[in-house]
């Protein structure tokens, strides 16, 4: 059964220059907000190229022993599992490190060798380097306005990686990804970006987050499945963005007069 595609609207040259990415295997970075099709890009990208796609999603708690592979018990014998990083290097994948800022710093140092000429990892645990397959392909993204110089990339990871900015689609090209993605129709998902658009320029809210396009693509599902427009932008739009009280209203109030 053939894998239908993953739906991605095309902002700029993206594309284009993941593909050179991939045939230089030139460590690739998306920089951006929470929400803006960084993840969707990459999906779209290795559907593409015909490549498998590996995703961790990076925490605080995420360490190189996550991505490299541990012993583990199994009966009465120890065995050695790779972890996601070493089997997306054995295959050939394509390894997406979603938010590397957020890992733990032994996960920069863990693919330093991954990132220049060398593509090697060197399995502390094992005592052996992996050389990378032809075909493998190190992504990673990163929030970079994200609390304001908390969790930053240093400048000399940064540099082992050619990089992308995805920001918010213009409102025309929004408004397409809303209907594509959601079958809503042309008039919500035009006032849904709208209102997106309204809270986006309202800096003096102090909110750290503002509305992402996945936060209207929920709220353009629920409205085309029935619930009420209001209702719908006040649950996936408003409730996500803050738990001030006094934010919620003010944005309730804007919200109901543009819906």
Not at 209 to 232: N, Q, W
Request: overall charge neutral.
């Amino acid at each position: 059964m053939n894998k239908q595609a993953p739906y991605y609207q095309t902002i700029g040259k993206e594309v284009e220059v993941f593909k050179h990415a991939y045939k230089n295997k030139i460590p690739f970075l998306l920089k951006g907000p929470t929400g803006t099709g960084k993840s969707r890009f990459i999906e779209y990208m290795a559907y593409k190229l015909d490549k498998k796609l590996i995703t961790i999603s990076c925490h605080e708690e995420t360490s190189s022993t996550d991505l490299v592979g541990r012993y583990i018990i199994k009966g009465a014998e120890t065995i050695w599992l790779d972890g996601p990083l070493t089997t997306a290097i054995k295959q050939g994948a394509i390894i997406y490190l979603d938010e590397i800022a957020e890992a733990r710093p032994d996960v920069i140092v863990v693919i330093h060798s991954l990132t220049d000429h060398r593509r090697e990892l060197f399995i502390d645990k094992l005592g052996e380097t992996v050389k990378a397959h032809e075909d493998f392909m190190l992504v990673a993204s990163f929030n970079p306005g994200y609390q304001k110089g908390f969790k930053e990339l240093k400048p000399s990871t940064r540099q082992r990686f050619i990089a992308t900015a995805f920001a918010y689609p213009e409102a025309k090209i929004e408004a397409e990804i809303l209907i594509n993605e959601t079958g809503v129709d042309a008039g919500i998902a035009k006032k849904l970006v709208n209102i997106a658009t309204k809270i986006r320029n309202l800096t003096e809210l102090g909110l750290t987050e503002t509305v992402s396009t996945r936060l209207l693509v929920d709220a353009a599902k629920l409205i085309h499945s029935g619930l009420p427009k209001r209702l719908s932008v006040e649950v996936a739009i408003v409730e996500p963005l803050t738990d001030d009280l006094d934010v919620v209203e003010a944005l309730k109030d804007l919200c109901n007069l543009m819906i």
